[in-house]
């Protein structure tokens, strides 16, 4: 890979990367919310310029490139939250970027990446691997190939949430956040959050069937999501496996993961827009869908993670008006 397995990601890294992204974006809010009897804290990520939180990783990632790297141009991989973290560094920083989306992304995240001037490569989900390509066009241009998840400025930069909610919190009720409730794909925001916070409880939250992170944790090895996974709504959270680097943080810290179902997530979704009136991705309310199941212990110090809102507005529509 390239330009990502040069050292490991620190909690030092962490909190250089917050200081960078506090100077170019204001904190997103840390709002009150009530779930099944508990009052807790939600992180609105969803609220970030690109509409997800995966503006950190980026614009840590990019910022720190060499002026020389920077003419060569950078590729990711992503199904369009990274790709619009990286697109949205690239423009401000002036770097070309390719990003390699899967041919289902949803249409408001490619024409997005469009808007921000990122050209975009697309392959089939299940039958390509969007790693080849991408590393095929970082080694045929010489751009940096920025992972969504398995870099450590990304995972710096994603740790910055963690920094900003602890501020947050110790500002609101003088204490530090008891656990962190995380929706999770490849796990860049989860280690993030957990060299960011480590006296905090880590939850990562996947759905039903893509739980790699989860079963990994679990049997202590790194597992795959298997040949056939099944259809989700959260395409934000379909990474097949976890990377060593990401797995090791989370297993250092004995996290234990949880999974939602379908109906959790669209259930997560309506509670956001009418108790907070956000818009949250399925992707992004995986770690509300595990609250408001009650399948993660909550107190007035947990802090939920809602990760992203870049939804397509009929399919957002469907969901408030169904009745699952």
């Not at 250089?16 to 990520?45: D, F, H, Q």
């Not at 991408?134 to 992972?147: D, F, I, N, P």
């Not at 996290?255 to 818009?279: I, K, N, P, Y």
């Amino acid at each position: 890979m390239i330009h990502t397995t040069l050292r490991h990601p620190t909690a030092d890294g962490v909190r250089r990367a917050s200081r960078k992204i506090a100077r170019i974006l204001p904190y997103t809010p840390l709002l009150p919310v009530e779930i099944n009897g508990v009052s807790l804290w939600a992180k609105a990520e969803c609220l970030q310029p690109v509409g997800a939180f995966k503006i950190r990783g980026g614009w840590h990632r990019l910022s720190d490139l060499s002026d020389d790297v920077k003419t060569r141009g950078v590729v990711g991989v992503s199904s369009g939250n990274h790709a619009q973290g990286v697109a949205w560094a690239a423009r401000k920083l002036g770097i070309q970027a390719t990003i390699v989306m899967p041919s289902d992304a949803p249409r408001i995240k490619m024409d997005r990446v469009r808007e921000m001037g990122a050209d975009i490569v697309t392959y089939e989900r299940l039958s390509e691997n969007r790693e080849e390509i991408a590393q095929a066009l970082s080694e045929k241009t010489g751009a940096t190939y920025v992972h969504a998840f398995g870099d450590p400025w990304v995972i710096e930069g994603q740790g910055s949430a963690g920094i900003e909610i602890a501020q947050q919190m110790e500002e609101r009720i003088g204490q530090m956040p008891s656990r962190l409730v995380v929706c999770c794909g490849g796990g860049g925001l989860t280690a993030g959050l957990a060299l960011a916070c480590p006296d905090a409880e880590i939850v990562p939250v996947e759905p039903e069937g893509w739980d790699d992170v989860t079963r990994s944790l679990s049997s202590g090895e790194i597992q795959s999501v298997g040949d056939n996974p099944p259809p989700t709504a959260c395409d934000a959270l379909q990474t097949l496996a976890t990377y060593p680097m990401n797995f090791d943080i989370l297993k250092a810290r004995s996290c234990v993961g949880v999974t939602v179902t379908e109906a959790e997530v669209r259930d997560a979704q309506r509670f956001a827009f009418a108790r907070l009136r956000l818009v949250l991705e399925p992707g992004g309310a995986v770690a509300l869908a595990a609250a408001l199941a009650g399948k993660v212990t909550l107190d007035d110090r947990t802090a939920i993670l809602l990760t992203g809102g870049n939804v397509d507005a009929e399919k957002f529509a469907k969901v408030l008006t169904s009745q699952d």
